[in-house]
């Protein structure tokens, strides 16, 4: 009794250990998922608050992304360093931005998300575009277009990334002055005749740009007609290009001797570009345009006061920075690229050894494999081969065996059966000779008939009973096989039958049997009926088969 109480014990511990380590697992994974629900929470809303809280948002993504590293969720890691990069570019920090695109850029070409490795790209594009890099940037582009066609290949309703590659390409063609180009690669941005730009980038965006290169290309009607329509869609808005969209207007008005008007919009991009902040590029050539408008107008004094702001604020501090920044740039890009490329190197040579390596080994063991495999198969070929020849030796043996012993059997039937037809003619010779004697001795009245006629019947009896044992022997199991098949046939009806299938005729067998010929054929008719044979068919070839 003690001993059971123990080991129920035993068992009631053990359970309550697994139950613990079960609700600490539980709990553990619990744990997790709370924590990346929770940075992931977070890394929205600072994506989504980064224009009015840039600082703190910078703060939380970093955060997230340390978070995101240690769990090694390379997308998410990449979506932080995005938005850390953009943050830094509206604050002129292009060192920081390019530090985190190219950052991103390495993550994303080592995983397999292709819409991240699109806007990495169009982001590296556009950051060189703020240095006039043009070659760079529309190599970059290019990239992004033909990854997002790999993507569009795969699922036609991935069409963003796109539209917006062909968008940016074509802002910069427009910017290296290539304007059919650029009008090319805004028609491209419809894909297909099915495609609702609308529902894929924004159409004011699409419509500033389509004014802009037809400012340039001096048809002023069609450009008032898109940069007005691009503006009232994004009136009371807070769109970043929404100075852009202004200032073009300004630049159309100013090619049309429209001043005032010019005037009006080179100052409303002024105040839109001060009040949405980090844009200090933009403020800066609006106020060098408003300063050319005044000095155009005769009015030298504002034309000199808006100069001086140009250049000695904004346009001053962002040339410094861009012109630091521009060296920083190529030293943190060389310095990018060397690790990059020390580290691919080295991956792809240890990939390449470790691939040799597998690919030997693999070969090998598909040789090794492939012998065993040939031995086992030849093993059993072989074995088979041996059976079935001895199977075959057996079979053919005992073929030969059973039919010499069917053909001596057969031969020594045959014998038999011609011995005994033999005799059993010799004894109607003789039967037919006694005969033609006694009605010799009959007609001549001999007083010895009597005697010799009784003495003859006797003699033809045991003559008979002496066939029967001769043909009982050559044919042992005829009269078994006969009695199984037809039990109701009488002992004569038997005999009639075994002197059937020794193929006598109808006066043989009444000679031998000491009847008339009528009689036997009237036993022939009964036989037939207890056999059950139809008229069609043959009695002697129905017995001789018995």
């Known amino acids: 009794m003690i001993l059971y109480t123990r080991i ?65 969720d390379t997308s998410r890691v990449v979506k932080c360093l995005l938005a850390m990069s953009e943050i830094q570019k509206r604050k002129g920090k292009f060192s920081k931005t390019f530090d985190h695109l190219w950052q991103a850029k390495y993550l994303s070409d ?7 490795k699109v806007q990495i790209r169009i982001s590296l594009a556009r950051l060189y575009d703020e240095f006039n890099m043009n070659e ?74 389509k004014g802009k290169i037809m400012q340039e290309l001096h048809e002023y009607k069609k450009a008032d007609t898109f940069l007005h329509l691009s503006h009232s869609n994004t009136s009371g808005k807070k769109v970043s290009y929404r100075p852009n969209i202004s200032m073009y207007l300004g630049d159309l008005k100013k ?30 050539e609006v106020l060098r345009k408003i300063s050319e408008m005044y000095s155009t107008n005769g009015d030298t004094k504002l034309a000199y006061d808006y100069l001086v702001k140009s250049t ?11 012109n630091q920044t521009n060296s920083e740039l190529f030293q943190i890009k060389d310095s990018y690229l060397k690790s990059i490329s020390e580290k691919n190197a080295q991956l792809e040579q240890k990939t390449r050894t470790i691939e040799k390596s597998n690919t030997i080994q693999f070969r090998l063991k598909i040789i090794l494999f492939l012998l065993v495999l040939l031995g086992l198969v030849l093993g059993v070929v072989f ?20 039919k010499f012993i069917e053909e001596r059997s057969n031969n020594e039937i045959e014998l038999k059966s011609k011995e005994l037809t033999s005799y059993a003619l010799q004894l109607i010779d003789k039967d037919t000779a006694i005969d033609e004697l006694l009605n010799l001795l009959k007609t001549e009245s001999s007083p010895h008939y009597k005697s010799l006629f009784s003495k003859y019947k006797k003699g033809s009896k045991d003559l008979w009973n002496e066939f029967n044992l001769q043909f009982t022997q050559v044919n042992s199991a005829f009269y078994d096989k006969l009695k199984e098949l037809h039990p109701k046939l009488s002992s004569t009806e ?53």
């Not at 809303?45 to 980064?50: F, G, I, L, R, V």
């Open 110 to 116: 080592q995983a397999l998300d292709k819409a991240q």
């Open 255 to 284: 090619d049309l001797g429209q001043k005032d008007s010019a005037l009006f919009f080179y100052n409303e991009s002024l105040a839109l570009s001060q009040d949405q902040g980090f844009r200090n590029d933009l403020e800066t």
């Open 136 to 209: 760079q940037s529309v190599l970059y582009l290019q990239e992004a277009v033909k990854i997002a066609k790999k993507i569009y290949v795969q699922d036609s309703t991935q069409i963003d990334n796109l539209i917006s590659s062909y968008m940016y390409l074509a802002v910069r063609q427009r910017k290296m002055g290539n304007y059919q180009k650029a009008l090319q690669y805004l028609d491209s941005c419809y894909v297909t005749p099915s495609i609702t730009l609308e529902k894929s980038i924004e159409m004011p965006f699409w419509d500033a740009e």
């Open 8 to 72: 129920l014990h035993i068992f009631i511990i053990l359970f309550l250990v697994t139950e613990i380590g079960i609700c600490q697992t539980i709990e553990s994974k619990n744990s997790i998922q709370d924590s990346t629900s929770y940075y992931t929470n977070r890394l929205k809303e600072a994506m989504a608050k980064s224009n009015l809280f840039p600082t703190e948002s910078y703060q939380v993504l970093d955060e997230s992304q340390i978070y995101f590293e240690s769990k090694k």
């Open 312 to 322: 000695n604020t904004a346009d001053h501090k962002v040339l410094h920075d861009k």
């Open 383 to 402: 074995q088979m081969r041996l059976k079935l020849k001895k199977t075959l030796l057996h079979k053919k043996e005992a073929e030969l065996k059973t």
């Open 494 to 546: 038997q005999k009639h039958c075994a002197l059937i299938k020794l193929n006598l005729s109808t006066k043989e067998m009444a000679r031998i049997l000491n009847i008339e010929p009528h009689s036997v054929h009237v036993s022939r008719s009964r036989i037939r009926k207890k056999m059950g044979l139809e008229r069609s068919e043959n009695l002697e070839s129905y017995i001789a088969g018995i």
